[in-house]
């Protein structure tokens, strides 16, 4: 683990994929839709673009095709506040594309990515001058299930004389993961990290059913100075040295679900950054990730600035009757 301060000053490096989206508009499951909207997704570059919204320094630093995606992809992050002097073009392969099909119960994701520019990364990514003075390096579970070069990218991103803290979120995909299991290597990965986020069903899904609760997940990952368990609409947990931290999440009336994790993550990273309170963190989170779910696409407003302010500063009883 990295003998540095956990939150040096410096910008947050945000590395990893991020394809062009397309999305029944308006929602419907993808084999009853008329009209497809173009938008982009990518966890790392989602983290990036709410922590621009945030106020925080962010950049994302990846590859995408000489296409017209590409080069939607680019502009639509880089209007969003973020530095993208980090991404590189290919001019060999094409820009990944992913299909949302909303369904009843939760939104299937289609994704037509292999052999993409972003797939193509590596160690040599670490060397850019984007991260040399990067405080956080923010990776997520996707990269290294994309190509043996991506994976080792990560490993060398959480080698132990890391100038830098890294945050690791979980965000596992299953469709990613066809050829191994997946819990064998995100388990090592996260135990390396800084700061980790993971979703209680998450963790259950990929270590075993036993993991009932955000203490036994804690058990499994005692070595981050961070983790943070979410468990669904229902909690946040955070775990910071030897405190323990929980914030209920507000009732949101929820439009679509996906990106939801990653604006959590941006948000709890924000409120660590600017608060250096592991509670407003947690708030901020859970109003980041709200933002995100009231909206079709990955990204959606935040509240104006003094409402948040406001929220972050309430007592726990007006908190815990919030609904958005």
Request: hydrophobic share 45%; glycine share 8%.
């Amino acid at each position: 683990m990295s003998s540095a301060p956990l939150l040096r000053p410096g910008p947050v490096v945000c590395i990893g994929e991020t394809m062009a989206a397309l999305a029944p508009d308006p929602v419907a499951p993808l084999d009853t839709a008329e009209l497809l909207r173009l938008d982009v997704a990518g966890a790392e570059s989602n983290v990036a673009m709410y922590l621009a919204d945030h106020g925080v320094p962010a950049r994302w630093v990846s590859a995408l095709g000489d296409d017209p995606f590409g080069r939607r992809v680019r502009e639509r992050i880089a209007a969003s506040g973020v530095d993208v002097s980090g991404v590189r073009t290919d001019p060999a392969r094409p820009t990944g594309l992913l299909v949302k099909n909303p369904g009843t119960e939760s939104t299937g994701v289609h994704y037509y990515r292999t052999g993409s520019a972003a797939s193509a990364l590596g160690p040599p990514a670490l060397d850019d001058p984007a991260v040399r003075d990067a405080a956080l390096v923010h990776l997520t579970g996707i990269t290294p299930a994309l190509s043996a070069s991506c994976r080792a990218l990560v490993d060398r991103a959480l080698r132990p004389e890391r100038p830098y803290a890294v945050s690791f979120d979980v965000n596992h995909r299953p469709a990613l993961w066809r050829d191994e299991p997946a819990a064998e290597v995100l388990l090592p990965l996260a135990a390396r990290a800084d700061l980790v986020l993971v979703g209680l069903d998450e963790a259950q899904a990929l270590w075993g059913p036993a993991l009932t609760s955000a203490d036994a997940v804690r058990a499994l990952l005692p070595q981050p100075r961070v983790l943070v368990v979410k468990d669904g609409a229902r909690a946040a947990t955070a775990y910071v040295g030897r405190g323990t931290y929980t914030v209920p999440a507000p009732k949101v009336r929820v439009v679509e679900p996906v990106g939801a994790g990653d604006a959590f993550a941006g948000g709890f990273l924000a409120g660590l950054l600017r608060h250096d309170d592991p509670v407003r963190a947690l708030r901020l989170g859970h109003l980041t990730a709200a933002s995100a779910l009231r909206v079709p696409a990955d990204h959606g407003p935040l509240p104006p600035p003094d409402r948040i302010r406001e929220l972050l500063s309430d007592d726990d009883n007006a908190w815990n009757a919030l609904s958005i």
